[in-house]
């Protein structure tokens, strides 16, 4: 069992940066590849980015590559994602996750992304 816990959101303005964090409870953080989504209102959850258990591979969706960027510290259980250049248009809920298959991260199974633990969320806000 993983409990997940986001933090780090908050009002921005336009071209400003955050970094949230996802603090890890339980066993086998280090087994766990693990994820960031977000979910604005009115839509549907997108996926961000995705790290592998090791740390060694990183994948982003297009409209994060070059200006987010995800980290994991193992030693602390914790997961982080550096948001540089926000938008407006990125203001939304944000979401880790974790589960044994990055490929569940990086791709939704029938328009879903079924995977083993969610946190609860951390609202970034970018202000015009």
């Known amino acids: 069992q993983v409990q997940l816990a986001e933090s780090g959101g908050g009002l921005v303005q336009d071209g400003g940066s955050l970094r949230l964090s996802c603090a890890a409870s339980?066993?086998?953080?280090?087994?766990?590849?693990m994820g960031w989504f977000r979910q604005a209102p009115g839509k549907e959850r997108e996926y961000v980015a995705a790290?592998?258990?090791?740390?060694?591979?990183?994948y982003y969706a297009d409209f994060a590559q070059g200006r987010f960027s995800i980290s994991r510290d193992d030693a602390i259980n914790t997961l982080y994602l550096q948001l540089n250049s926000l938008k407006p248009g990125d203001t939304a809920v944000y979401y880790c996750?974790?589960?044994?298959?990055?490929?569940?991260?990086?791709?939704?199974?029938?328009?879903?992304?079924?995977?083993?633990?969610w946190g609860k969320g951390t609202l970034v806000t970018v202000s015009s």
């Open positions: 339980g066993r086998s953080f280090n087994t766990y590849a």
């Open positions: 790290i592998s258990w090791s740390g060694s591979s990183t």
């Open positions: 996750a974790a589960d044994l298959d990055i490929l569940k991260i990086v791709t939704p199974t029938s328009g879903h992304y079924d995977l083993n633990y």
